[in-house]
């Protein structure tokens, strides 16, 4: 059979998404965000304050959809960012840039201006733009990873949701299942790491 061309022997394909190794079992047994995610939350958006890794692919779709996204958050892209453009292959399209905080309200530069939520969501939600516009590191929250490993990011926040008591009688799934769709999405994890999750419980 032949080989395919510009790839070595044994090379992993690139599936555009970020390799997992590992998976910690708190994925699977931590309680999820219940049915709403983080728009059923009681917060203000804690987990905004720290602001957020912007991967490359995601940076270059905000670059495309800077006119729509300028209006809501009350200023320039080119201001919303704290760090340079710094290479990494921990990220979708090798490389990521850090967003800014504001100091007015000290929420992530992207974040709605007055409003409950992030201005990239909001376009994505409305205006059908492609959902890889929001940060990988938002759409997973509060599961992360870092060099292989997929995990809790925490502490949490205060008010978030994954923090909440299950009702009494009620079983609340786990941030794997309420995260699931996000992470077979964005990251390409071997089946057996997956296994685990779905044993869990």
């Known amino acids: 059979m032949a080989k395919s061309a510009g790839r070595k022997p044994g090379a992993k394909k690139n599936t555009g998404k970020i390799r997992i190794s590992r998976v910690d079992p708190g994925v699977g047994e931590h309680n999820g965000l219940f049915d709403e995610g983080c728009y059923g939350c009681a917060c203000e958006d804690e987990c905004c304050g720290w602001g957020c890794d912007v991967d490359y692919?995601?940076?270059?779709?905000?670059?495309?959809?800077?006119?729509?996204?300028?209006?809501?958050?009350?200023?320039?892209?080119?201001?919303?960012?704290?760090?340079?453009?710094?290479?990494?292959?921990?990220?979708?399209?090798?490389?990521?840039?850090?967003?800014?905080?504001?100091?007015?309200?000290?929420?992530?530069?992207?974040?709605?201006?007055?409003?409950?939520?992030?201005?990239?969501?909001?376009?994505?939600?409305?205006?059908?733009?492609?959902?890889?516009?929001?940060?990988?590191?938002?759409?997973?929250?509060?599961?992360?990873?870092?060099?292989?490993?997929?995990?809790?990011?925490?502490?949490?926040?205060?008010?978030?949701?994954?923090?909440?008591?299950?009702?009494?009688?009620?079983?609340?799934?786990?941030?794997y299942e309420t995260q699931k769709k996000e992470i077979r999405a964005l990251f390409d994890i071997p089946e057996k790491e997956l296994r685990k999750l779905k044993g869990i419980g």
């Open 57 to 175: 692919a995601t940076y270059k779709l905000i670059l495309r959809h800077r006119a729509l996204i300028e209006p809501l958050i009350g200023a320039k892209v080119e201001d919303c960012f704290a760090t340079a453009l710094k290479k990494d292959s921990d990220y979708i399209g090798g490389a990521f840039r850090e967003t800014a905080v504001r100091e007015k309200d000290e929420l992530c530069a992207f974040h709605l201006r007055g409003k409950k939520g992030c201005s990239l969501f909001y376009l994505w939600a409305t205006k059908k733009l492609p959902k890889r516009i929001v940060p990988t590191i938002c759409r997973t929250y509060p599961i992360t990873w870092h060099r292989g490993r997929l995990f809790i990011d925490t502490p949490l926040k205060k008010n978030c949701k994954a923090k909440e008591k299950a009702p009494k009688g009620v079983k609340v799934p786990s941030l």
